[in-house]
T-cell receptor, first 114, second 114 residues
Framework: DGGITQSPKYLFRKEGQNVTLSCEQNLNHDAMYWYRQDPGQGLRLIYYSQIVNDFQKGDIAEGYSVSREKKESFPLTVTSAQKNPTAFYLC?????????????FGPGTRLLVL | AQSVTQLDSQVPVFEEAPVELRCNYSSSVSVYLFWYVQYPNQGLQLLLKYLSGSTLVKGINGFEAEFNKSQTSFHLRKPSVHISDTAEYFCAVSDIQGAQKLVFGQGTRLTINP
């Protein structure tokens, strides 16, 4: 059963703490993406990766970091430098980097600050 | 750079009535156009996309959209809605050149009343 899994479903962060959101795909897709969703603002791109060991900043990368050591995995770390991390985080993948490709989304992780 | 404007943040409709969700975009280059649907606390699912060719695009669940280049619009329509269509709908664009970086609109919440 192919798809994208994100874990955990809910995550709580304390002040000054780094937290890591997991994203795994078994679709054999080359490209992966991280988006942040806030109410009334749609989705905004945080980071994307077109190939293993390579990634680029999106529109709102400050306070976040990523790695792409394996094709199927693209974890996102929300660092203590991100002052307003409360949001719904969505991971996506596409078969290639072409603009026409459909992005497939995971179920999301909701991050809350304690 | 591209931008997307969804003209209605909320659209209430009675069951079996027709609906149109409006989307306008701005771009200095040619774009691909997408509509995604998001059910509560879930990821996004592709409804339809316009890449080239016929300007009327048919998607899943009986939805269709029409690309109007002169008006830079890509409105989504359904002739008769069902309770199960209650969801948030996002319009998005991507540059036809280079990596696929989706730019999303703010979303339209469609509520179907019995």
């Amino acid at each position: 059963d192919g798809g994208i899994t994100q874990s955990p479903k809910y995550l709580f962060r304390k002040e000054g703490q780094n937290v890591t959101l997991s994203c795994e795909q078994n679709l054999n897709h080359d490209a992966m993406y991280w988006y942040r969703q806030d109410p009334g603002q749609g989705l905004r791109l945080i980071y994307y990766s077109q190939i293993v060991n390579d990634f680029q900043k999106g529109d709102i990368a400050e306070g976040y970091s990523v790695s792409r050591e394996k094709k199927e995995s693209f974890p996102l770390t929300v660092t203590s430098a991100q002052k307003n991390p409360t949001a719904f985080y969505l991971c996506a993948s596409s078969i290639s980097r072409g603009g026409q490709e459909t992005q497939y989304f995971g179920p999301g992780t909701r991050l809350l600050v304690l | 750079a591209q931008s997307v404007t969804q003209l209605d943040s909320q659209v209430p409709v009675f069951e079996e009535a027709p609906v149109e969700l409006r989307c306008n975009y701005s771009s200095s280059v040619s774009v691909y156009l997408f509509w995604y649907v998001q059910y509560p606390n879930q990821g996004l699912q592709l409804l339809l996309k316009y890449l080239s060719g016929s300007t009327l695009v048919k998607g899943i669940n009986g939805f269709e959209a029409e690309f109007n280049k002169s008006q830079t619009s890509f409105h989504l329509r359904k002739p008769s809605v069902h309770i199960s269509d209650t969801a948030e709908y996002f319009c998005a664009v991507s540059d036809i050149q280079g990596a696929q970086k989706l730019v999303f609109g703010q979303g339209t919440r469609l509520t179907i009343n019995p």
